[in-house]
């Protein structure tokens, strides 16, 4: 299947509107401009045109503006999501998708990523999103464990926010300006509240355990917990396989 990014059906949406949530499809990826323009070209019926790259990046780039959203497809939506890592930097973008395209696109995002030696880099898996997000309550996790916490929580009537965005620095952390390993956005996987307190409950895969990765949540939960604010790290197969164990554990930290 093709599709025409010209004919799709464009609108804005308010700034006061969340633009990141839209319930008829179950599946996003968040993707930096050039990833973007790969996984375009690989829908569009002009995969031949000499300058197609060129053509679809100066339609994107006019595109470059808050509250932009179009349905390409039924079954695939873009919104321009911001530019995070400062000026200069390229854009990024929020592709919506069910599962009708879902193989097609995690197939373009992986093959983009891959960098000399066909090994992708940390910022490129990162930024390729290689496990789509799915929607669950109206909010987007990435993996099924996510998911199973998340309705655990809810189903104890307890208060939480899912993948949390914000910023942070090292602060005076000796350790921390050292390694140069926070750049200021972090994202919690959830940020639990409990009599009155907050704690951050995270669900930790296999890329957690990955070099700077690794470094870099280290770095993130001390300076949270100067704030007051604790982190308590739980494997992807125990949030998934003992579910309501791990939040027995973490509630009772509270």
Sequence with gaps: MTIEIETGK???????????INGKLPLYQELRTSILLNVLITF????????????????????TRPGFYMELDNHLHLAYADQRDGHGTQHWWRLFFDE???EKIETATKSSSLT???????SDRSSTGYNAYREWGGMYFRSQAEIAIAEELDKRNVLFFGNVRGRVNEQDLPAAKASQSLSGRVELD???FKDRRCMILEVDGQHHQEGTNTIRDYVRDRVLLREGIST???TAQECLNQTSDVVTEFLELF
């Design 116 to 122: 000399v030696g066909n090994k992708a880099s940390e």
């Design 232 to 234: 308590a790290r739980f």
């Design 44 to 63: 569009s019926s002009k995969s031949s045109t000499k300058n197609l790259r060129k053509k679809i990046n100066q339609w994107l780039y006019s595109r």
């Design 100 to 102: 009708q395209f879902q």
């Design 10 to 20: 464009e609108r804005h949406v308010s700034s006061s509107s969340i633009v990141s």
């Design 190 to 192: 959830f940020l639990v």
